[in-house]
């Protein structure tokens, strides 16, 4: 199938920072860009959709200014937590599709906030 | 909007013992459903999908699943399960034509040598 990267795979980061977190589609073109975040033991919750060159569409109770979604190109996107706190510690995934083909899912990225 | 729901969270069987992990789904129109699996430390990948047709689907790996409508259930099947198979499973839905997939809690399933 085809593959998607995400990295880094883990980072911490201080209390107040900003990370970013990359998703990549490596062979094919990523129309649409999915981040989810998972809690332990829960559902991966969906944040946002993005399609390459518009706006990304939030979820409802998801922090636009807070979760910045990028979809610059169609084989990247990229998530800024700003100003993380402890609370943001979380797995994000990714996902990547083509119009009309399945979803493939990035590793996912471990944000521990210190 | 559509949920998922996936009763069992953890299941510890022997090798070769058969597996079936229960998924309800509740959307009042037509949906897509889908089968995934992370392996320890791997990323999601897909085990089958159903779009419409045949209500059973076969998947990788020996999986199959079957879409009982009246149930609003797609569980997840296979006959002997290998330690291999130890892994996450998250059932996911999609309305018909959609792009979201709502993600069951996921299903922790340990097969022990």
């Known amino acids: 199938g085809a593959v998607v990267s995400q990295h880094p795979s883990r980072v911490i980061c201080k209390s107040g920072t900003s990370v970013k977190i990359e998703c990549r589609s490596l062979?094919?073109?990523?129309?649409?860009m999915f981040w989810y975040r998972q809690f332990p033991k829960q559902s991966l919750m969906l944040m946002a959709t993005?399609?390459?060159?518009?706006?990304?569409?939030?979820e409802q109770g998801v922090e636009k200014d807070k979760f910045l979604i990028n979809h610059a190109s169609l084989t990247l996107s990229t998530l800024t937590v700003t100003s993380a706190h402890p609370e943001d510690s979380s797995f994000y995934i990714c996902?990547?599709?083509?119009?009309?083909?399945?979803?493939?899912f990035g590793q996912g990225t471990r944000l521990t906030v210190v | 909007a559509q949920s998922v729901s996936q009763h069992n969270h953890h299941v510890i069987l022997s090798e070769a013992a058969s597996l079936e992990l229960g998924c309800n789904y509740s959307?009042?129109?037509?949906?897509?459903l889908f089968w995934y699996v992370q392996y320890p430390g791997q990323h999601l990948q897909l085990l089958l999908k159903y779009f419409s047709g045949d209500p059973l689907v076969k998947g990788i790996k020996g999986f199959e699943a079957e879409f009982i409508k009246s149930k609003f259930s797609f569980n997840l099947r296979k006959p002997s399960v290998q330690w291999s198979d130890t892994a996450e499973y998250f059932c996911?839905?999609?309305?018909?034509?959609?792009?979201?997939?709502?993600f069951g809690t996921g299903t922790r399933l340990t097969i022990i040598p």
């Open positions: 996911a839905v999609n309305p018909f034509g959609g792009e979201k997939l709502t």
């Open positions: 062979d094919f073109q990523a129309t649409t």
């Open positions: 959307y009042g129109g037509t949906v897509n």
């Open positions: 993005s399609n390459e060159g518009s706006k990304a569409t939030y």
């Open positions: 996902s990547a599709r083509e119009t009309g083909t399945e979803a493939f």
